[in-house]
């Protein structure tokens, strides 16, 4: 099959390029007519929990007996220039300037800002008030009202001796964007350079570069029609890592890619039979590295959480297409293009593996002790892993943003279970509800320990659901306000409920309690799955049962030392109170299929040199003399793209985790884990193949042959 799409691609660039460019003009056209009817995009955590939570099914009584806008909101943070207590006099000009603007704007998507909502903190340090709009956090026209809305709210209140800023879901989105921006840009440019490094040619790593970023916008206008089509919301660890696994994993590919190109040249063949060839050549062995990254992301689908349910198709869907460009659309770009640069010396000349030769040569001479030393490696870094603490509490916007610093001026006026309340309601499905039982809810809500206050019920308009807010006395984030949630407030609720009267508990920490449970559920089942899915392909794709099982240690081994680094990096260094609660099974997934995609590539071309008669021993030296370049140049792409998002105050940990779980792959498993074993056990490794022939070519340059030996004359 490789073979046939390597013809397609040398003999017919101009009709592969014509077909992805009307593959891309059709989406492009599908996504203009069902885009923009709104966004797609949420911070709620109850829009990725399952309905049967009750956070879920709080949040649907909310929304049907006390209904709220249905627009995102944005905070204004009112404050003295001096830094001092408001006044009232202060609170009268900003409810009067707060009027005017309310009045004299006229944005799009704005729906107004209500002077009515200013509200003073007790310390008067602070006063805050509402900007309603018209749709979802997600929308151009909503970031850019944003945009303008902060510049017209300076200018109202210019000269007034009062200072203005914006934080909530819409302003930090908008800076959020930045942020974003800047982090897809510096991979980017990161991925630029080494690319030039690696192949010194700017056309090549331009050219790559540039139809990488066509084919991720492929993926995003696929995801948001999806997403419209099928009514679902994306959250922002899908936004942040959707682009650096399409630039990294694409990266990857283009790099096997011309590594093997590289290696027909240097066999003296022509520029377009270089380019079919490579392409028959490493086409199975990527396949089968992509196709274990998918599996690896499918299991996801099993999620209760949407979100989470969503990244594993989003990222699937990203290194899916990325495969096909990087077989068909990349090489037909260089068939038109590249004939002058590969006719340089310095890509038909094989290098001297000089770096690679003494790894290769100890790993093959010393294969015990290299794996003892590669476990031990391992188990150091997996110790530290039992220290691990989750934190499952809400991350804040980045300080060095204007919504970041008002967020830090509100936390500080404002009491936490003000900013966070938690919220209980009681609905009678048969009319009225009773006053009395009202009552007995608040009141013995009241005497639970963990909560601080709890206040007045307010009822709808029908007069059938009351509600009122309580007020817990830990931080609403906290564990402490977790455990009041979940051994004490919905056992009441629970208590408290009888036929035709529902008492149910809402609101954040409420949401954050369901979230950690179907987290915990979803770990159990997730993790399982993925590795049974990525040890069926090692099976079909090596035709053997040991060294899968033995690959599959490694990634057991990997995702371990993997989240040791972390919690040494964040708990320890970083001092940080925990790690984030979805880190370890977005660890897992990564390591699982990155670190398994690297393996395959080193272990099918130890059984490709196994297959051409060469020793155990000599199958490993000369498979990372071979392979070793082109993964160890993958891998820094990889984990350099992963590095950059540690600029993110979302996703760093995230970034951190990955890139180091990427070199951790590529070094221990992949260049000394893997060939080790190889080296010990020979053709064990294959059982119960007893052939080594027919496997996917392995990715790398051609060594040089060792020179004759002259034989003594006469001897």
Known sequence: ?????????????????????????????????????????????????????????????????????????????????????????????????????????????????????????PNRTVAIATAQFTDTSGQADVISSMGDLRSQTSDAFEGSGLRTEYTGEVAQVADAGGVQTLIVFGTVAAIFILLLVLFRSLVVAIGAVALMYVVGAVVNMLLAIAAHLWGFKIDETTTSLLPIVLFGVGTDYVVFFMFRYREQLRKGLDHRVAIEKAIGLVGEAVSSSALAVIVSFAALTLSQLKSLRLLGPALGLAVLVMLASSLTLIPAVLALTGRRISRRPSWRQAPEPRRVAPVASFVSRRPAVTLAATVAAFVALGTAAFGMHADYRAQDPPGGTESGRAWADVKQAFPRGVLYPTHVYVHSSTGQVDPSQVRDVRQE??????????????????GDTALFSVELAADPSSPQAVSTIRHQLVPLAERSSRAGTLVQVGGPTMAQSDFQTALARDMRIIFPVAGLLIGLVLVLMLRALVAPALLMVSVALGFAATLGAAVIAFQGIGDHSGLEGTLPIIVYLFVASIGTDYNILMIARIKEESAAGQSPREAVRRAICHTGPSVAAAAVVLATS??????????????????????????????????????????????????????????????????????????
């Open 642 to 715: 992963f590095a950059i998002l540690m600029a993110s105050p979302y996703v760093s940990q995230v970034g951190f985790a990955v890139a180091a779980g990427v070199l951790i792959s590529m070094w221990l498993s992949s260049w000394l884990y893997v060939p080790a074993l190889s080296a010990l056990l020979g053709r064990r490794m294959w059982w119960p193949s007893r052939s080594a022939r027919d496997v996917p070519h392995a990715d790398g340059p051609d060594l040089p042959e060792p020179a004759p030996v002259a034989q003594p004359v006469g001897r």
């Open 445 to 462: 809500i009241g005497k639970l320990p963990g909560v601080g206050s709890v206040g007045a019920p307010a009822l709808n308009r029908s």
């Open 1 to 121: 099959m490789f073979k046939s799409v390597g013809r397609v691609v040398g003999h017919h660039p101009v009709r592969v390029i014509l077909a992805w460019v009307a593959i891309v003009v059709g989406i492009a056209c599908a996504a203009a007519a069902v885009v923009g009817t709104g966004s797609s995009t949420s911070q709620d955590q109850t829009d990725f929990l399952p309905s049967k939570y009750e956070s879920v099914q709080a949040a649907k009584l909310a929304a049907r007996y006390f209904p709220q806008p249905s627009g995102a909101q944005a905070t204004l943070v009112v404050s003295r220039t001096d830094h001092g207590r408001l006044s009232d006099a202060d609170l009268t000009k900003a409810s009067a300037l707060i009027a005017r603007l309310d009045r004299d704007s006229d944005l799009p998507k704005l729906d107004g800002i209500d002077p009515d909502t200013l509200v003073a903190a």
